[in-house]
């Protein structure tokens, strides 16, 4: 049984840095993608960023250039560090794995979310 476990949520001042962590427990296919999604409020679930196992990632448009995903393999822990974060950047992240890219409906596993918050 796949577990996924999200840490690093909070409330933070727009413009800080918040660091999101994924750890997986049980085996699943690290060939495929594993990464980040997240819901806003009255707003639909959206990718944020995804690494997959030929070591390419994807970001969202809106994240590109503030977020960075990496993998600890050997720990099979996926990390989101959120740089200049802004008021949009508020919603629960969830973390999913063995999926492709952004096409939700393909991921088998998903976490239970982490709620960041960003406020002045």
């Given amino acids: 049984q796949v577990q996924l476990v999200e840490s690093?949520?909070?409330?933070v001042q727009p413009g800080q840095?918040?660091?999101?962590?994924?750890a997986?427990?049980?085996?699943?296919f690290s060939g495929y993608c594993m990464g980040w999604f997240r819901q806003a409020p009255t707003k639909e679930r959206e990718g944020v960023a995804v690494i997959?196992?030929?070591g390419t990632s994807t970001y969202a448009d809106s994240v590109k250039g503030?977020?960075?995903i990496s993998q600890d393999s050997a720990?099979?822990?996926?990390?989101?560090?959120?740089?200049?974060?802004?008021?949009?950047?508020?919603a629960t992240y969830y973390c999913a794995a063995e999926g492709w890219g952004f096409d939700?409906?393909?991921?088998?596993?998903?976490?239970?979310?982490t709620q960041v918050t960003v406020s002045s």
């Fill in 8 to 11: 690093g949520g909070g409330s």
């Fill in 17 to 22: 840095s918040l660091r999101l962590s994924c």
């Fill in 24 to 28: 997986a427990s049980g085996w699943f």
């Fill in 52 to 54: 997959c196992g030929d």
């Fill in 66 to 68: 503030r977020f960075t």
């Fill in 75 to 90: 720990e099979n822990t996926v990390y989101l560090q959120m740089n200049d974060v802004r008021f949009e950047d508020t």
């Fill in 104 to 113: 939700q409906t393909t991921y088998g596993y998903w976490g239970q979310g």
